[in-house]
Each structure stands twice: as C-alpha cells, then as structure tokens.
C-alpha cells in the first residue's frame, strides 16, 4: 500500500508544484502556453526524472539505493523509450539490436540499446 502512495505522490508531484519542477529537457513551448492563459494542452514528460517505481510507458536506464523510497531500497531513472536508448529494461512492443554489460542496472549486469 505505502508503495502504491509513493507511486502516485511521486507522479503527481510535478502537477502541484507546477512549473518551477519541469525538467531541464522539458518542452518549455508548452509551458508557455499555460503560463500564459492559453488553453494549448500541456504534456508532463518524466523523462530523466528518478522515481520508486516505473510506471507504463516508461524505461528505466539507472538505478540507485535509497531510502526515500520506503519498502523499495530502489529508486529508478525514468526514460521515455526511443530508438538508440540504452535501457535496464525492454518495453512492451519493443526489441533491441545491441547489448552491453553495466553496472547502472543493480542485479541485472546488461543495458539493451532499444529498437522500436
């Protein structure tokens, strides 16, 4: 259960503090539109971002101790999947062409470059 909340406290963090969080790699053409009264939807990237768990949609290419993360002694680098990314994991619907030994993944020795 703790672990469920830390997920969801982790993604909708960036949403209540706002634009002051939005990462460095962020399309800040969207926020613009926000700040400045405009109705243009706004998409909220993770990419790059360290999380408790890996939610849909996601990779991740690192991971870490920690013990912000409760019952998880994990906490995860997210990346959005794209061709080329080096990845601890291979997405649903993705494959890979290269495989290369590492220490960022914890248990698991190898990345995977993805091939989508």
């Known amino acids: 259960m703790l672990r469920r909340v ?3 406290l982790a993604l909708a963090f ?3 503090i706002g634009p002051a ?3 460095a790699n962020a399309d800040a053409a969207s926020y ?3 700040i400045n009264g405009e109705s243009a939807p706004v998409v909220l990237s993770l990419d790059g971002t360290w999380s408790c768990s890996v939610p849909s949609g996601y990779v991740w290419d ?4 920690t013990s ?9 680098r997210l990346r959005t ?3 080329g990314l080096w990845a601890c994991t291979i997405p649903f619907g993705w494959t890979y062409d290269s495989i290369r030994s590492t220490t960022l993944c ?7 470059r993805l091939l989508g």
Do not use: T
């Open 6 to 8: 830390m997920a969801v």
């Open 14 to 16: 960036p949403l209540i």
């Open 21 to 23: 969080a939005i990462p």
């Open 32 to 34: 613009g539109n926000r």
């Open 62 to 65: 690192w991971v870490q101790n």
């Open 68 to 76: 912000a993360c409760g019952a998880s002694p994990y906490q995860y």
């Open 81 to 83: 999947p794209v061709n």
């Open 106 to 112: 914890g248990s698991s020795p190898y990345q995977y």
